[in-house]
C-alpha cells in the first residue's frame, strides 16, 4: 500500500459527492414527481450519473494505491448501461398497458387498436 | 487519509442513505405496482453505490465485487417484476 497523492484524494472526493448527489436528487424526483412516466426520469440519474462517477472513482483510487491501472469497477456503470434500458422498457411498457387497462386519464391510446395484448 | 476525503466519503454516504429512505417512501406508497417496481429499481441503484462509497471509504476493492453483485441480482429482480406486471406470467 503506497500513500495517495493529494490531489487524487482531492478528485476522489470530488467525484464521490458528486455521483452520491446525483443519487439523491434523482431519490427526491421519484418522490415528488407527479404521474408514474413522469417518476420513470428521475431515478436515471443514479443509475448514469452516480454510477459512473463512483465507478471511476474506486477506478482512480485503487489504481493510486496498486500503482497499476485497475479499471474492474468501470465494469458496473458499463453493465447498468446494458442492462438499465431493458428494464425501463420492460416495465413502462408495462405500466403503459395497465395505465390503459385502467382507463387512467392522459394515457395516449395504442397505435395498433386490436393487436394482441393492446387494449 | 486526508480529511477532506474522510468528510465528503460521510457526506455521500448521508446523501446515499437519504435516497434510499425515499425510494422506501415510494415503495411504501405506491400507489400503482409499477411505482413500486420503480422504487425497487431505484433502491437497490442507491444500494449498490452506497456499496461502491463503502470500498472508497475503507480502500478495498471487495466492495465493488458486492456491487456488481447487486447490480446483476437487481436487474434480474426488476426485470422479472416488470415482465410479471405485463402478462401475469414471469417464465410463458
Known amino acids: ?119 | 487519509m486526508s480529511t477532506v476525503l474522510a468528510w465528503s466519503l460521510v457526506f455521500a454516504q448521508v446523501c446515499l442513505v437519504l435516497a434510499l429512505l425515499l425510494a422506501l417512501v415510494r415503495l411504501a406508497r405506491g400507489p400503482a405496482a409499477q411505482d413500486r417496481v420503480a422504487a425497487f429499481d431505484s433502491f437497490y441503484t442507491s444500494a449498490m453505490l452506497l456499496m461502491l462509497v463503502l470500498g472508497l471509504s475503507y480502500r478495498s476493492s471487495t466492495y465493488f465485487e458486492g456491487a456488481l453483485l447487486i447490480a446483476l441480482f437487481g436487474f434480474v429482480g426488476s426485470t422479472a417484476m416488470a415482465k410479471f406486471l405485463l402478462r401475469g406470467e414471469v417464465i410463458e
Open chain 1, 1 to 119: 500500500m503506497s500513500a495517495v497523492p493529494a490531489w487524487v484524494e482531492a478528485v476522489t472526493a470530488a467525484l464521490a459527492v458528486m455521483g452520491a448527489l446525483g443519487a439523491l436528487i434523482g431519490a427526491i424526483g421519484l418522490l415528488r414527481l407527479p404521474t408514474f412516466f413522469d417518476r420513470m426520469h428521475a431515478p436515471t440519474l443514479g443509475s448514469t450519473g452516480g454510477a459512473w462517477l463512483l465507478a471511476l472513482a474506486t477506478a482512480l483510487q485503487q489504481s493510486f494505491l496498486r500503482e497499476q491501472l485497475f479499471v474492474h469497477a468501470l465494469l458496473i456503470p458499463i453493465f447498468i448501461s446494458m442492462t438499465g434500458p431493458i428494464t425501463t422498457i420492460f416495465l413502462v411498457r408495462a405500466a403503459l398497458f395497465r395505465s390503459r387497462r385502467a382507463r387512467v386519464p392522459g394515457v395516449p391510446p395504442s397505435l395498433t387498436p386490436g393487436a394482441p395484448g393492446e387494449v
